[in-house]
């Protein structure tokens, strides 16, 4: 099996009202319980945008530099994202286009090149 992660940028998403998030919400959610059912979801999250940013960090001299921002220069910022283990490209391409086709906005999908370092139990314990 391959690990996947399917993304969307915050910027991809069109305004939406209040009801209407609600509904792709529900949608995406579905979804994701079949990934859960198949056996392939490892995480998901979403809901992502400028407003969830902690912190920004860099390197100076050899030390992390926390600071409130500012922030690196991009116009894209990740929105939401689901890792999958699934057999191969087909399966993965699969679940993008379930997930863009219910909340309506495009996806993206990269192939990790290595299994992950380690996976966590639900108690947050490696």
């Not at 998030?21 to 319980?33: D, L, N, P, S």
């Not at 910022?77 to 191969?88: E, K, M, R, S, Y």
């Amino acid at each position: 099996m391959t690990e996947y992660l399917i993304t969307f940028n915050d910027e991809w998403v069109p305004d939406h009202t209040a009801e209407e998030v609600r509904e792709k919400g529900t949608a995406a959610r579905a979804v994701i319980e079949e990934m859960q059912a198949d056996g392939v979801l490892i995480f998901s999250n979403g809901a992502l945008d400028r407003s969830t940013a902690v912190c920004s960090v860099e390197p100076v001299d050899g030390k992390p530099i926390f600071t409130d921002g500012p922030y690196v220069e991009t116009k894209e910022h990740l929105g939401g994202f689901a890792v999958v283990d699934v057999p191969d490209d087909a399966a993965a391409r699969y679940w993008a286009g379930r997930l863009a086709t219910v909340l309506d906005w495009p996806q993206e999908v990269h192939r990790f090149p290595g299994p992950g370092q380690a996976r966590r139990n639900g108690s947050g314990e490696k």
